[in-house]
């Protein structure tokens, strides 16, 4: 399972969260506490916000600990809002396209889950794309097909509504393939303006997802598992929730995806 980290607030430098905190996202990409692999060194990736409406993208397929770019990096970009995401494959090979967060337009997401029997689903997934989707896919995860499907259903009109139609879509098709739906989502995504997040699963095991006020009131992070810092107080995210972080406030709302569905 990945780990990921994503911030809204007052600007700061990217290291204040990837890399200096204890158990950090770097120390947590190569010895996790709250995952079932501990070690997340299939590549990385940080999408940050700034001046422009697109964010800034890097990515690569070094474990995070090992790239010395990603250490300068992270000590000279200073951002508002950013999402930063350690991989641990499960599908799709070691690739920098396979990399998190994945891009499009001023949209950035990151995933960490899967799809059950994704083999199956892949080709019904990807035909429900239209073309200008199906051809900016460039990878071959589970993850960017959620994103893509996301982008198709109205993420730019209402993301709770689109992540809803997206996984029941998911579940749809697999039941018209006789596969029992299985899904397990926690994803962090942003326009640039807001930042979002959902913790979800089809079965009782949500993975992970914990949020903090930093010590500007309007600052939050949303955290994979907490980094190690007194003065932030974790709160978990409870099971089959949707989250929004906006001008320093963090609201959380029930993610139920059949009313969410048929509303969109």
Request: a negative charge; hydrophobic letters at 40%; proline letters at 6%.
């Amino acid at each position: 399972m990945c780990r990921w980290a994503a911030y809204s607030g007052d600007p700061v430098y990217l290291e204040d969260l990837i890399l200096s905190p204890a158990h950090s996202l770097i120390e947590q990409s190569h010895h996790a506490r709250q995952a079932k692999t501990p070690i997340n060194g299939d590549g990385f990736g940080v999408a940050w916000y700034g001046d422009r409406d697109e964010p800034g993208l890097y990515r690569d397929i070094l474990p995070a600990w090992a790239d010395r770019n990603l250490e300068s990096l992270a000590r000279q970009i200073r951002s508002g809002l950013f999402l930063a995401h350690v991989r641990a494959s499960t599908i799709g090979e070691t690739s920098r396209v396979n990399c998190h967060p994945f891009v499009m337009g001023n949209w950035s997401f990151m995933h960490n889950g899967q799809i059950g029997d994704f083999a199956v689903l892949r080709r019904p997934l990807e035909l429900a794309l239209d073309d200008t989707l199906y051809n900016a896919r460039t990878g071959s995860t589970d993850s960017e097909i959620l994103f893509l499907l996301a982008l198709q259903f109205g993420l730019d009109k209402d993301p709770q509504a689109a992540f809803a139609r997206t996984i029941r879509f998911v579940g749809d098709e697999a039941r018209k393939r006789g596969v029992t739906p299985f899904i397990r989502f926690t994803a962090a995504f942003s326009c640039g303006r807001r930042l979002f997040a959902i913790r979800y699963a089809s079965d009782e095991h949500a993975p992970t997802l914990f949020w903090a006020k930093l010590e500007s009131c309007r600052s939050i992070c949303l955290v994979s598992e907490p980094f190690e810092d007194a003065s932030r107080q974790w709160q978990p995210v409870p099971p089959s929730s949707f989250v929004t972080v906006e001008d320093g406030n963090l609201s959380l709302t029930p993610f139920c995806i059949e009313k969410a569905a048929r509303a969109a």
